[in-house]
């Protein structure tokens, strides 16, 4: 059986620090990962993918990425989020990252501005010729992860 650590145990966004499949990153460490913490040299590169600008809905019919200039979305403003309110980066005006530093400015593959939410659905069922529960696991194309 896989052991779980509790969040307090994991490292702070290490999954998002990580990833570089798509963009050099800054090197973040633990202890710099809070937005509190002083970090004067952090000068991550700014990086949004190209299919992220492709699919912007302000642009494109059933777009599902924000626009460039999130700010003249009014829904922006109105946006509900299960992290804290938004925060600002000082100089670029742009939404932070909600959990903290990850070494990279810009969204990457994400196509929200802030948090982008997810959720991966649970597909349980009782198989009918030997009645034992079966579940249906997806490997993402994205990360090879199994949600």
Known sequence: ???HKSPEQEPLH???RSRDKYAERQ???DAMVPWEVEFDSYAPPDFTDPVVFKFDRSKKAGGWADPEDFYE???FK???TFHPPLCFDPESDRPRNPKGRTGLQGRGLLGKWGPNQAADPIVLRLN?????PEVVLI???DS???G
């Open 139 to 141: 490997e993402r194309a």
């Open 14 to 16: 290490a999954k998002a």
């Open 144 to 146: 090879g992860e199994w």
């Open 128 to 132: 009918p010729v030997s009645k034992e």
């Open 78 to 80: 109105e946006r509900l």
């Open 1 to 3: 059986m896989t052991s």
């Open 27 to 29: 090197t973040v460490q």
């Open 73 to 75: 979305e009014d829904e």
